[in-house]
């Protein structure tokens, strides 16, 4: 698929008993060889406090075992693949953010970074989510990281792209809908969110405006989620923004799904 948004043509449809995609955590993406080892993780750790890479290692099994658990913000979570065990799980990409042209995953190999046992059962909570991207967008700047993929999205994120966006959110810009989440378009020019249920618990779909740019609809989809985002689930009609540019957001009646549409 080419880097950017999906042209879907169909409407998106989402409900409680089969929720889009699910996952839990994130994946850094190595050239096979380049996976770090254990030790490599224990050391980079005790060595980049001072640049940023605020955790420590709280629990390391033997160096076979391929994983550690680290503690940052007072949570923990689990890095696993690492060399020399065998890699992480599979991917499946279905949207790609900031690579400059196509991109590639065959033979590319994962490192899973996972909220630990102690803490899966909060794991969708934002405390929960901004620490854990806030460690793997250091992660992915001080190793040999070629894409971090989002699991809940299925979504692919050049890794330099990735950080700076998770970097910017994590001190007050906007939340980082490209990536954290996909866009789907439908064919009567609506989009539809994938992934954003894993943050507020519903999805999103904007409707469509004739003679409108797939581009703007887009950029103005990128502005309700992070509304979404910040002042979470929709349970009844309400107004986003005010004046001629508002837009009223209503719970469906089906399904996890929030419907948006002109306020005009």
Request: charged residues 20%; aromatic residues 6%; negative net charge.
């Amino acid at each position: 698929m080419a880097n950017g948004i999906d042209a879907a043509g169909r409407q998106q449809h989402f409900d409680a008993e089969h929720p889009q995609p699910g996952g839990i955590g994130l994946s850094l993406l190595f050239r096979r060889g380049e996976r770090p080892t254990v030790g490599a993780i224990a050391q980079l750790v005790d060595e980049a406090r001072e640049t940023g890479l605020l955790a420590c290692v709280s629990h390391r099994p033997e160096d076979d075992a391929g994983w550690l658990e680290l503690l940052a913000s007072g949570l923990t979570f689990d890095l696993r693949g690492l060399t020399p065990a065998h890699a992480g799980e599979a991917i499946e990409v279905e949207q790609a953010f900031g690579f400059e042209g196509d991109y590639a995953i065959a033979g590319y190999e994962t490192v899973d970074l996972v909220p630990s046992e102690h803490i899966v059962a909060g794991a969708g909570l934002e405390p929960v989510l901004r620490v854990m991207t806030g460690l793997a967008a250091n992660l992915a700047l001080h190793l040999p990281v070629r894409g971090v993929y989002w699991r809940s999205a299925h979504t692919l994120m050049e890794p330099r792209y990735f950080s700076r966006l998770i970097l910017n959110w994590l001190g007050g810009g906007a939340f980082p809908a490209l990536g954290l989440t996909a866009l789907v378009l439908g064919a009567d020019g609506s989009v539809a969110s994938r992934g954003l249920a894993h943050f507020t618990g519903q999805e999103m779909q904007l409707e469509g405006r004739a003679r409108e740019t797939s581009a703007d609809t887009i950029k103005l989809a990128v502005r309700v989620i992070d509304h979404l985002v910040r002042y979470g689930r929709i349970s009844e009609p309400s107004r986003i923004g005010t004046g001629a540019d508002a837009l009223v957001a209503e719970p469906s009646r089906v399904g996890r799904l929030v419907l948006v549409w002109r306020g005009d």
